[in-house]
């Protein structure tokens, strides 16, 4: 199977993190037959919010030898049924030592033990993790929010995207308020982003609350999150009937990334 996806944040605190793991979760939730790994690939000590044991850090060594057992990828995990989740780097100062090579090497070793793969690749394109992964990874979900700053990213960015060929098959708007100036319309007039590669994720009561306890939303009772997040598995193709909102959406696409 080897399902690979990438999630880009266009500025930090875009709440990159928390969509990476909600639909990590969902994921696995979904499809009890498929292993799924989230992964953090970016230079930025993690905020986990299923929780953490290892790192990507702590697996460097391994990684310069390009082999890592099954055990071992699965000792460095936090594991609850078929989810798994591998922190990225727990200090700054580590950072400098990470090559795009090293995300790569753990991308394929990832892909030949679990069926999906969803890294979180920060915000930072100077980070050699998240350049790595981004490189590696051909479907790749940004994040922004309506917040003008994200915007200004987004416009920033846009061409360098282009210049290293990183293209991407949706948009997440996270933090979604409908009542917004900077509504999905005007952010897809404003971005060139056709409105249905737009994806809004509403905003949740209980964010810094899910930040404090180390959880996602997917925790509480937030139903517009919930369905929001099912949504974006529907685009994906990854949404189940055996799922808890399998139900509510009709399937729209196929299996879309090309790995």
């Not at 990213?153 to 360098?160: D, K, Y």
């Not at 399998?246 to 696409?253: D, S």
Request: charged letters at 25%; one cysteine or more; hydrophobic letters at 40%.
């Amino acid at each position: 199977m080897n399902k690979m996806i990438a999630f880009h944040g266009v500025d930090a605190k875009v709440g990159t993190t928390m969509i990476s793991q909600a639909v990590a979760q969902m994921t696995a939730a979904c499809n009890r037959d498929w292993s799924v790994v989230w992964v953090g690939l970016n230079s930025k000590p993690e905020v986990g919010y299923l929780g953490s044991a290892a790192s990507v850090e702590q697996l460097q060594i391994d990684l310069r030898h390009r082999f890592i057992s099954r055990q071992e990828l699965i000792a460095g995990c936090v594991n609850k049924d078929n989810l798994s989740i591998l922190p990225g780097v727990l200090s700054y100062s580590a950072a400098r030592y990470f090559r795009p090579e090293t995300a790569k090497d753990l991308l394929d070793q990832l892909s030949s033990h679990f069926d999906v793969v969803v890294a979180d690749t920060g915000n930072q394109l100077d980070d050699g993790l998240t350049v790595g992964a981004l490189e590696r990874i051909a479907c790749r979900i940004g994040v922004f929010t309506q917040h003008e700053s994200a915007l200004r990213c987004w416009v920033g960015l846009h061409s360098l995207y282009e210049r290293l060929e990183f293209d991407f098959k949706y948009w997440v708007i996270n933090r979604y308020l409908s009542r917004d100036i900077y509504d999905k319309a005007y952010i897809s007039t404003h971005t060139g982003i056709a409105e249905d590669h737009l994806l809004p994720v509403t905003e949740a009561v209980n964010s810094r609350r899910a930040e404090a306890e180390r959880r996602t939303l997917l925790a509480y009772r937030e139903s517009g999150f919930k369905e929001d997040i099912a949504r974006i598995l529907n685009r994906i193709g990854w949404l189940s009937r055996s799922c808890p909102d399998g139900g509510l959406f009709k399937r729209e696409r196929k299996w879309i990334f090309s790995q």
